[in-house]
């Protein structure tokens, strides 16, 4: 399969989980087989291109952190993701900013949980909620998200629950307590940022993860098993 041009191809890297992709349409599925244990990202990099937007960049860099890597993005605009940055950092993340590269280091260390509150940017953006979610739930201590953009954007919760995540939800607001390590379940993405957010809660999972719905996360995230094929992943896509 070829590689996409924004894919910078010398990475080194290991990722949590082994991943394969099945198909493109609406009963298409993504599988995950996670691997138990500690499992980290080692040094990679990724190149960018503007057109990719912020989502892209920020989901690798939560992925680096989830599962207790280091990594780069690269050719991006460090100045659109503040809010992200910062959340990072505080959960526990060494982050590194360039004019055009945002490198997180969360190796050795569990992710500390977060408190995050949607609102227009500058302030923290409601694509990056979902992501985040996962995050904490994997996360040392108690995280609230409150999500005030849009309704009914907590249906990656549901999923996550059938993982083992501990989440409580009360109308706008999630109670996330974070657990050792997740267990792989059947999931069913419901829409681009919950996709993602999926695959990332598949990564640091025991066993095997199977995402139903994925034609999702290819509005959004193009060629993402190309990205993570980078990564050390082993994926495939079949019809």
Known sequence: MALAAAVLVAVQLLIRGVLAFRGYFYWDDLILVGRAGTHSLLSPSFLFDDHDGHVMPAAFLVAGAITGGNIRVKNTRPEHLDAVIGKLQEAGAKVGVGDTWIEVDMRGRRPQAV???????????????????????????????????????????????????????????????????LTAAPVMATDLRASASLVLAALVADGRTDIERIYHIDRGYAAIEEKLQQLGAKIRRTP
Do not use: C, W
Request: net charge negative.
């Open 115 to 181: 408190d995050i509150r949607t609102a227009p940017y500058p302030a923290f953006p409601t694509d990056m909620q979902a992501q985040f979610a996962a995050l904490n739930t994997v996360a040392s201590g108690v995280g609230t998200i409150i999500e005030t953009i849009f309704e009914n954007r907590f249906m990656h919760m549901l999923e996550m629950r059938r993982m083992g995540a501990e989440i409580r939800l009360e109308g706008n607001t999630a109670i996330i307590k974070g657990v050792e390590r």
